[in-house]
């Protein structure tokens, strides 16, 4: 397996203390050079926004460092080896639905079906906190809820639904379904009334007893 | 003579720069001014204030005219209104902020409600527009008027009615829609500030913390005052729905506080449920429990699920069960005191968040969740000793919907907790007629549960079908309990056949005639030798003392008024009626022993 050269250093010390350079680009080179393994280590994945927005330049620096020391380059990391050959092969990333999947928990009470893909990489355990955007439909198309502002002046003003997954402070098929999903991910739920509201449904709400309710939801981020 | 006085002050600062007027100028302008004011001479102090060659004197001194102008501005029917009013917007437009802010302030303060009122509607006008002037002080002072402002309208006495409202009498009405005018700017302002603070945290390099902490500090004094204004006044106002009110001026105010809170970045699911998120510490000077007081919370979770305010925007995602155990804490809080509309909104939020939930739904594990047993304990106390009856019969109607929600295993150690502390016979018997209905329940074919019926019956009835006292137990204070029981007991050997006995009650049969049957049989007796003997000597009484009173042994007071003593013919019903209810406590006994006999009996 033919590795790719060593990336050399961008940044000398000095360079890198000054506040010309913004802390983005130190995380991109980051992210674009180390393994894995370095990046979980020192915290480093995920969007760069967020990144930089938890990191000190310091512990950038110090990683930054570690880096070229410790040499824990993409592609040193034992599986990435593979991931990068899976990678090299071309995949069709179209916004439709790619597959239906039903999961396998016993009876199944909801349907998951891909519409973007996410980044496959993180996925939310039990515990984490995760942020959605959501709509939420009832079988008649009548839309009950979403959290997607309208107009674009607004967008700025909304934050995603934040909540921590998979402890039962949401109604189960979206427990189970937000689980199976990675980061970026968008995906349509179609949740049977037993995972959903069942047969109360939600008084004083367009959500009817024994409704099945379908979101399409997409996982900003996990936490 | 003030007139002549003010002149000349007027005429000798006019040469001066304002920074060398002395502080016998200003006492000199105070005093006179004031007195030209008070005397009627307002139109000569208006042409004084107007002088161009003035100006500088004015922006010194001039808000030290404030207090007896506001007086003539409310009276309203005073002569000299259109030249107050004038030199009144003079000097808002033309004095320091900070001076002008403390001399309204020091206005706003009035005793009477009627009072209160109007220069609350006089003066918040003028303190926007000092507030809008003020620079990094801004959010501050907001602060502090928004406090004085809300200490003011606390003195206002509420509506208690629809018509009360639509009367607005006491302009509370009037007075929550000048302040949520008041505020708008500001809400404005800091919606505007989150929105540039987002802006801001994309392009993480650009330092502006003076300028974000100041922003910071804008929106916790409106955080603080929404808090404020949830406990009150909406917590004890009762709002009332579209239908019954279609303008209704407080549930606009409720609408607007919320839309605030989101304006400032609140959201709201973290507000109602936050007793359950554990929340992050926020930097800053208030802390978590002070910043989001719990009562406010409560009041919140009211107005969003009982009154749907804000329903649109709250997300239609989360588990009934996980809204239900942050709700318990709301309704601890608001069924721990005893005032009649905390009471009231308690029982609705609790209705609302049970009537979501399916029959048998919920797991006997949420029982070890403290508010899940302290709850039902002020409920109790709602339904014996409220005196309002619609609470007490509200409060029971809650507590079996309550019931009804829990599995067969939670309703199972629920009953056992209530039997064991409730204290109350009514209570109990109520318990033990649900503990009936359930044992009906399992019996039915397809249904038999683990619970009510077999090895974990027994233990439970031991409970139930006990005497507090033994033979000596006080059986009308513990009738309710009493009748219940023997109630349980003949269902239960009239429905369990001897040959089946699902339920263990044959087995255990020789064992509650000694610990139930026949200690309540000697109590019966005892109590009916007892009482026979009390009605026997007060009719010997009443036959040799008719004329006299008689003396009791005790006397009772209402108020300060004494109670007549019981009349014998009152004192003779009392103990019939309590006879009578011995045989009917006797009748049932007998009746499960002539069932037992014959089931004894081949």
């Not at chain 1, 959290?147 to 998979?166: D, Y």
């Not at chain 2, 993480?204 to 922003?215: L, R, S, V, W």
Request: aromatic share 6%.
């Amino acid at each position: 397996l033919k590795m790719a050269a060593e990336p050399t250093r961008e940044w000398s010390d000095e360079q890198l203390k000054s506040d010309d350079l913004p802390k983005k680009d130190v995380i991109k080179f980051i992210q674009d050079n180390a393994a894995h393994s370095f990046l979980n280590e020192h915290k480093l994945l995920g969007n760069i926004k967020n990144v930089a927005k938890t990191a000190k330049k310091e512990q950038l620096i110090i990683a930054y460092n570690q880096l070229f020391e410790s040499k824990r380059f993409k592609g040193t990391d034992p599986v990435e080896a593979v991931t990068e050959q899976v990678k090299a092969v071309k995949i069709e990333e179209k916004p439709k639905e790619v597959k239906t999947e039903v999961v396998d928990e016993g009876p199944p009470k909801y349907t998951k079906s891909v519409l973007k893909k996410g980044d496959k990489t993180n996925f939310p355990k039990k515990g984490d906190t995760v942020s959605c955007w959501y709509t939420g439909t009832l079988e008649d198309g009548t839309v009950f809820d979403t959290n997607i502002p309208t107009a674009a002046r607004k967008k700025k003003q909304t934050k995603p639904l934040s909540f921590k997954v998979g402890m039962g402070r949401v109604i189960r098929g979206w427990d189970e379904g937000l689980l199976t999903m990675s980061k970026g991910e968008t995906a349509r739920l179609e949740i049977e009334p037993e995972w959903a509201y069942g047969k109360k449904g939600l008084p004083d709400s367009k959500i009817p007893p024994n409704a099945k309710l379908i979101f399409e939801v997409e996982l900003v981020a996990v936490d | 003579m003030a007139l002549e006085q003010l002149s000349d002050v007027v005429q000798r600062c006019q040469a001066l720069p304002s920074d060398s007027y002395t502080a016998e100028d200003h006492d000199v302008f105070t005093i006179a001014g004031r007195s030209c004011i008070e005397e009627g001479n307002s139109a000569q102090v208006l042409s004084i204030v107007l002088d161009e060659k003035n100006q500088d004197m004015v922006r010194c001194m001039g808000w030290n005219l404030l207090p007896p102008l506001i007086p003539v501005l409310l009276k309203k029917e005073d002569k000299n209104l259109p030249q107050c009013l004038a030199i009144f917007n003079h000097l808002i437009q033309t004095c320091r902020p900070k001076e002008l802010l403390i001399g309204l302030l020091e206005q706003l303060e009035q005793d009477d409600p009627d009072t209160i009122a109007e220069s609350l509607h006089l003066l918040l006008s003028p303190l926007q527009k000092v507030l809008l002037c003020l620079g990094s002080r801004k959010p501050s002072s907001l602060g502090m008027t928004l406090s004085s402002v809300l200490d003011q309208v606390a003195k206002l006495p509420l509506p208690r009615t629809k018509e009360q409202e639509e009367d607005d009498v006491f302009s509370l009405c009037r007075c929550c829609t000048d302040l949520t005018d008041f505020v708008r700017p500001f809400v404005d302002e800091a919606r505007q500030n989150l929105l540039t603070t987002k802006t801001h945290s994309e392009d993480i390099d650009k330092t502006t913390a003076g300028q974000d902490e100041m922003e910071d500090e804008l929106a916790t004094e409106l955080l603080k005052f929404c808090m404020k204004t949830l406990s009150h006044p909406l917590l004890e106002v009762q709002l009332r729905d579209p239908d019954t009110l279609p303008v209704s001026p407080l549930r606009m105010f409720a609408t607007e506080i919320l839309e605030t809170l989101r304006a400032i970045g609140e959201s709201l699911p973290s507000l109602v449920y936050q007793p359950l998120l554990r929340r992050k510490q926020v930097p800053g000077f208030l802390e978590e429990e002070v910043r989001y007081p719990k009562e406010s919370l409560a009041s919140l979770a009211h107005l969003v699920f009982v009154h749907h305010l804000a329903a649109d925007t709250f997300p239609s995602v989360f588990s009934p069960v996980f809204s239900l155990r942050c709700t318990m804490e709301h309704i601890l809080l608001l069924l721990s005191r005893t005032e009649d509309f905390r009471i009231q909104k308690g029982l609705e939020l609790y209705e609302k968040s049970l009537v979501r939930l399916e029959d048998g739904s919920l797991p006997a594990d949420l029982l070890e969740i403290k508010t899940f047993l302290t709850v039902p304990q002020n409920l109790v106390k709602v339904m014996t000793i409220c005196p309002r009856h619609d609470l007490r019969t509200r409060g029971l109607k809650v507590f079996q919907l309550s019931v009804d929600k829990f599995d067969t295993e939670a309703k199972y150690r629920f009953f056992q907790y209530m039997l064991k502390t409730s204290n109350h016979s009514g209570v109990e018997g109520y318990i033990i007629k649900n503990i009936k209905n359930q044992i009906d329940i399992a019996l039915q074919p397809g249904n038999s549960s683990t619970w009510f019926e077999g090895v974990h019956l027994l233990p439970l009835l031991r409970k139930v079908l006990i005497l507090p006292d033994g033979p000596e137990t006080d059986l009308l204070q513990y009738l309710d309990r009493i009748m219940e029981s023997l109630n349980l007991l003949r269902y239960l050997v009239i429905r369990d056949k001897v040959t089946e006995n699902q339920t263990g009650i044959w087995t255990e049969l020789y064992k509650i005639e000694d610990s139930f049957m026949k200690p309540l049989r000697v109590g019966i007796n005892m109590s009916r030798a007892h009482y026979e003997r009390e009605m026997h000597n007060t009719m010997e009484a009443k036959k040799k003392k008719k004329a006299k009173e008689e003396e009791s042994v005790l006397s009772v007071s209402v108020g300060d008024e004494k109670l007549p003593s019981m009349t014998s013919e009152s004192q003779i019903q009392a103990l019939h009626s309590a006879l009578h209810t011995f045989d009917m406590i006797e009748s049932v006994l007998v009746r499960i022993e002539e069932l037992v006999q014959v089931k004894d009996d081949p």
